[in-house]
């Protein structure tokens, strides 16, 4: 179950969902396109730690599959040796029946698959698991993409959805290519479309209405010399009706036509009934005279109409085109800063919210996000809207929903009747606002908000409808279309995910901390001559159970054990290890009184209970208190692998106890030593972990000698303040905490 991910799939799933986010800023990139697809498959290998990948297109016939793209032990392969990889489409290879299945195909063991014939040996690729995703747009396959383990794997949710989130990316950028690529195309179209015609001459008398056409131009109009009358009227009857009635064109008030005569217009030939466009040319010659008469140039422009009107037709495909590839790279370029916002947090709450703002105002007027509770029911989590007046309608919606409950539009039975699909309605009318509204106040509110057309898509997390999001666009906004559809889909995708891991991280983040303070004392006992602080501290960003302890043990009247340790690992492991060595410890105290014996039958135990190479450093401490005949405390010290305890004296002096040995569950006769020492009122000892230690500032350590520099700047003082002195001391040297930090301060003081 995801509840059971281990630290290193929480961040497994993060570099995921930011490789995704990285493949989407690839895929918004002009340049070749298999550069963009080798450098998305580097950041696969690299994210699944997997170093045999391919992309494989489908061919024209739809029988075959060729290689396109691939690495091969983590190296690129050559296009040449890709092209030379053909499989056959269906259960005759794993991509061919991926593209037969139309969805992502995972095999943990590939070479005993027996829905499909494995070939990748056949090619000198040696893998025992695959997981291949389809690529396609829309109903059309375009191909697959295979990641290839070259031992047996069992493929995680995260790591199917992640490959296929990448196919998809991949989908949409060599789409954007295709659809360059056809741009391209068209350009050139166009520079090809045109055509030129042949000339005709002419003359027309328009006095004595004699019209003279040369053989180009009778040829031209479908005309036969010894039959053409020559009057003005029969050519005119040649002429398009819708186009005689400015032929030629207009007179002026003392009925001249004008000097400069151009005109396009229809003919339809008389010897074939086609249907011609001509264009002509004329000039009014002895301009002034009563003699009118016109001569010009005439021109079959057919071709270059048809010209026209294919190139026009060319170029709305074009601006089409266009407008499609401007709105795929918007699209990218949005999911991609999506997310980006969405992983950013794993707060459920701010998740959300940052899926409302990226939808308001950038894809709608309202954002409404719901998720269902325990109850089965909706439950308001974002209301957001473009102005503060749509905002407050939006709020005035939302409060009448709660009222209405269960007859609410949208209430939970709605959610369910969506399938796991989102709803596009595409336009709203009144009609349907009148039969939304329960009363008159309700539909005057619908009114006001003058909602035209919303998107409802589920926010589905494994398979499991967590939620709803509904974006609405108002008044004269563009109308939702199926692209809006796809895309909000996609981002309630990512942005459902995105709120389960927070939640998920959340809920084991509460079980790690409730389990890592089982495995620490409840309170300081409170000792007659002793005074004691602990201070622990969990790695930031980690929700693991730490390895880190610390325990204070009653010995016998008047004599203590103090233990700080580290068992190695994080997790389960280390907090049955730390139970098993707190246990022991505690065992061996009432047998033994030198410490290096405690922690030698510490050690036994571990070897005969522990059989893997699981490990434990620990520091024992045995103080003895002291008594009307002996005022100092006295302590016996011994370490086992790890950070030797500091004496502080009262008087400033600090020092470490030179105690060190070998650390446990290792060799069966670890070598201990013991050390001893009296402590005056106002001494102390500190014991700690190597997360003190080894804190980091760049490549730089707090280390022994600061340690011991800043416990001699605390010495005098009580042993609470030493101890938050420390602890103030390494959060301010380190920029962030990449292990836990235990302290522990045992401080004699005058009896009571």
Not at 242 to 251: S, T
Not at 612 to 640: M, N, Q, W
């Amino acid at each position: 179950m995801a509840t059971d991910r281990s630290p290193g799939e929480w961040d497994q799933a993060v570099r995921q969902q930011a490789a995704v986010a990285e493949i989407g800023q690839l895929g918004l990139r002009t340049g070749d396109l298999d550069d963009l697809l080798r450098e998305a498959m580097v950041i696969v290998s690299e994210t699944l730690e997997v170093f045999e990948l391919a992309l494989f297109e489908l061919q024209p016939d739809r029988t075959r599959l060729r290689g396109r793209v691939g690495l091969h032990h983590g190296q690129v392969v050559s296009r040449r040796r890709m092209d030379r990889i053909t499989l056959p489409a269906g259960s005759g290879s794993l991509p061919g029946y991926t593209v037969e299945q139309g969805t992502a195909v995972a095999s943990s063991a590939l070479l005993a698959d027996e829905r499909f014939r494995a070939l990748a040996p056949e090619h000198g690729v040696h893998v025992e698991a695959a997981l291949a995703a389809p690529i396609s747009w829309g109903d059309d396959p375009w191909g697959v993409f295979v990641v290839y383990d070259v031992a047996e794997r069992n493929w995680t949710g995260d790591e199917i959805h992640f490959v296929q989130s990448t196919a998809n990316t991949m989908g949409l950028a060599i789409q954007r290519a295709g659809i360059e690529r056809e741009l391209r195309d068209s350009s050139t179209r166009l520079d090809l479309s045109l055509s030129a015609g042949g000339l005709g001459a002419w003359s027309w008398d328009l006095e004595g209405d004699r019209l003279l056409l040369n053989s180009s131009a009778l040829a031209m109009y479908g005309l036969a010399a010894d039959e053409f009358t020559g009057r003005g009227l029969d050519f005119i009857a040649l002429i398009h009706p819708e186009d005689r009635d400015a032929f030629p064109q207009a007179l002026d008030d003392a009925g001249i036509p004008a000097i400069e005569q151009h005109r396009v217009f229809r003919i339809i030939r008389p010897d074939t009934g086609e249907l011609r466009w001509i264009e002509v040319w004329g000039r009014l010659l002895q301009a002034g005279s009563p003699d009118l008469h016109l001569v010009g140039v005439c021109s079959d422009v057919t071709v270059r109409r048809i010209a026209e009107e294919e190139q026009a037709a060319i170029l709305e495909r074009e601006h089409e085109a266009r407008l499609a590839a401007e709105r795929a790279r918007e699209r990218l370029g949005f999911l991609a800063e999506a997310s980006t916002v969405l992983s950013s947090s794993l707060d459920p709450a701010i998740t959300l919210l940052s899926l409302g703002e990226l939808c308001v105002p950038n894809l709608a007027d309202i954002c409404f996000i719901d998720l269902i509770g325990d109850d089965g029911f909706l439950r308001d989590q974002v209301a957001l809207g473009s102005t503060e007046v749509k905002l407050h309608d939006a709020q005035l919606l939302r409060k009448r929903r709660r009222e209405l409950g269960d007859q609410a539009p949208t209430s939970s039975g709605h959610i369910e009747a969506l399938g796991g699909n989102g709803l596009l309605y595409h336009s709203i009318d009144d009609e349907q606002l009148v039969a939304a509204a329960v009363d008159a106040a309700h539909l005057a509110l619908f009114r006001r908000l003058d909602a035209r057309s919303t998107i409802m898509a589920p926010l589905v997390a494994r398979g499991r409808v967590i939620g709803v999001i509904t974006l609405v666009r108002c008044g004269e906004q563009k109308l939702f279309d199926d692209d809006d559809l796809a895309m909000v889909e996609e981002l309630a995708a990512r942005a459902a995910l995105a709120t389960d891991n927070g939640r998920l991280f959340d809920s084991r983040n509460r079980v790690a901390r409730s389990l890592q303070e089982a495995l620490l004392p409840p309170a300081m006992p409170v000792i007659d001559g002793l005074a004691l602080a602990a201070r622990y501290d969990v790695a930031e960003a980690d929700v693991a159970i730490g390895g880190d302890f610390y325990d204070v043990m009653l010995v016998s009247p008047g004599e203590w054990g103090v233990v700080v340790g580290d068992v190695c690992g994080r997790g389960p492991d280390a907090a049955a290890l730390t139970g098993l060595v707190r246990h022991t410890l505690r065992s061996a105290v009432v047998r033994e009184q030198i410490p290096s014996r405690v922690l030698g039958q510490t050690n036994q135990a571990m070897l005969q209970q522990i059989d893997d190479a699981r490990f434990c450093t620990a520091a024992y401490l045995r103080v003895e208190l002291g008594h009307a005949r002996r005022p100092t405390v006295r302590i016996s010290a011994s370490s086992a692998g790890h950070p030797r305890p500091v004496l502080v004296r009262a008087d400033g002096r600090a020092e470490v106890l030179d105690c060190a040995g070998t650390l446990l569950g290792v060799v069966a006769d670890p070598v201990l030593r013991d050390v001893h020492a009296e402590l005056g009122p106002g001494d102390a000892v500190v014991l700690y972990t190597d997360g003190v230690t080894e804190a980091r500032r760049g490549g730089e350590l707090f280390g022994e000698t600061r340690l011991v520099e800043v416990l001699a700047s605390l010495a005098g003082q009580p042993a609470e303040a030493i101890a938050s002195g420390l602890e103030a001391a390494v959060t301010e040297f380190r920029r962030s905490a990449s292990d836990d930090t235990a302290i522990l301060v045992v401080q004699a003081v005058a009896p009571a």
